[in-house]
Nanobody, 118 residues
């Protein structure tokens, strides 16, 4: 099993920045990819960004150029990912979740709320 804990959410004004963190524990040696997803009010959960153990990165079009996903520097495991969010917009308001698919199961964190409002 894998446990995921997100942190770093909060209230920010439009144009501001936030940095989210996700720390994995448990069977981290089986993690090959971790990602950020979000669910805004009345919306379905959607992909934000993913990063593999080898460093391959994927972004949703809506966040390209504004958000940056990164990972810890460990060579043999992937256990911590970050999401640097810049130039935030009200449409970025959502609960942000961390996900790690491991051995056929999707593990999710409980999420962290990001509110972009003046």
């Amino acid at each position: 099993q894998v446990q995921l804990v997100e942190s770093g959410g909060g209230l920010v004004q439009p144009g501001g920045s936030l940095r989210l963190s996700c720390a994995a524990s448990g069977n981290i040696f089986s993690i090959s990819v971790m990602g950020w997803y979000r669910q805004g009010p009345g919306n379905q959960r959607e992909l934000v960004a993913t990063v593999t153990k080898g460093g391959i990165i994927n972004y949703a079009d809506a966040v390209k150029g504004r958000f940056t996903i990164s990972r810890d520097n460990a060579e043999t495991t992937l256990s911590t990912v970050y999401l640097q969010m810049n130039r935030l917009k009200p449409d970025d308001t959502a609960v942000y979740y961390c996900k790690a698919p491991v051995l056929g199961m999707d593990y999710w964190g409980k999420g962290t709320l990001v509110t972009v409002s003046s």
